[in-house]
């Protein structure tokens, strides 16, 4: 069974410039998390969507950070413009209907902003 | 609102040592708990769980009890394997919210 992807695995861009993450869930799954995890903050949680729609993005930085979730299958987190402070592996879960707690996590996106 | 504290780390033991990291939470309401693993250069999964009050979950020898009455659910293995070297996670979820909460992670490295 396939698992939660994510693309890329690993991106290194220059401050000022849109990112963009993406992640497939696991089919049937109707909950999607976006979570940063970096050394200074652990696990941080983002946004969350139940059935497409985003239920708590207060875990949002700021208004450089954006996440939508056009069809069950496909979301995207975008930084526009990036900052060195970005810098974060970036991981994607979901969870399947009636939501029990477990979570599926993908491998994550390492970011790296120069 | 919920929270979770695990034990600090990193920590470091000899093969075939007991393991105990230690974790409490609180909660509004009865979560789930849950204890997730996370290998170098992959994402966290689930190592096990625990619905209810007194529930033990466990997997792959490891083991955590449920403890409503101190508020605890701490993860246990009697003998450790290089391979179990990883960060640990501690985790509830509130399924009213529909979110779950993380503690910091505690860093466990086996040695030979």
């Known amino acids: 069974d396939a698992g939660v992807i994510q693309s890329p695995r690993h991106e290194v861009t220059e401050m000022g410039q849109e990112v963009t993450l993406r992640c497939k869930p696991i089919?049937?799954?109707?909950?999607l998390f976006w979570y940063r995890q970096t050394m200074m903050r652990g696990l941080e949680l983002l946004i969350y969507?139940?059935?497409?729609?985003?239920?708590?993005d207060s875990g949002m930085p700021e208004d450089r950070f954006s996440a939508k979730m056009p069809n069950a299958s496909f979301s995207t987190l975008k930084i526009q413009p990036s900052e060195p402070r970005d810098s974060a592996v970036y991981f994607c879960?979901?969870?399947?209907?009636?939501?029990?707690?477990?979570?599926?996590f993908g491998e994550g996106s390492r970011l790296t902003v120069l | 609102g919920n929270s979770v504290t695990q034990m600090e780390g990193p920590v470091t033991l000899s093969e075939e040592a007991f393991l105990t990291i230690n974790c409490t939470y609180t909660?509004?309401?009865?979560?789930?708990l849950f204890w997730y693993v996370q290998y170098p250069g992959e994402g966290l999964q689930l190592l096990l769980k625990?619905?209810?009050?007194?529930d033990k979950g466990s997997n792959k020898g490891f083991e955590a009890t449920y403890r409503k009455e101190t508020t605890s659910f701490h993860l246990e293995k009697g003998s450790v394997q290089v391979s179990d070297s990883a960060v640990y996670f501690c985790?509830?979820?509130?399924?009213?919210?529909?979110?779950?909460?993380f503690g910091d992670g505690t860093t466990l490295t086996v040695k030979p």
């Open positions: 879960a979901s969870s399947e209907s009636g939501y029990t707690g477990e979570l599926f």
């Open positions: 089919s049937g799954h109707n909950s």
């Open positions: 969507f139940n059935n497409n729609v985003p239920i708590d």
């Open positions: 909660a509004t309401g009865y979560p789930s």
């Open positions: 625990a619905t209810k009050a007194d």
């Open positions: 985790a509830l979820s509130d399924l009213n919210a529909g979110k779950s909460t």
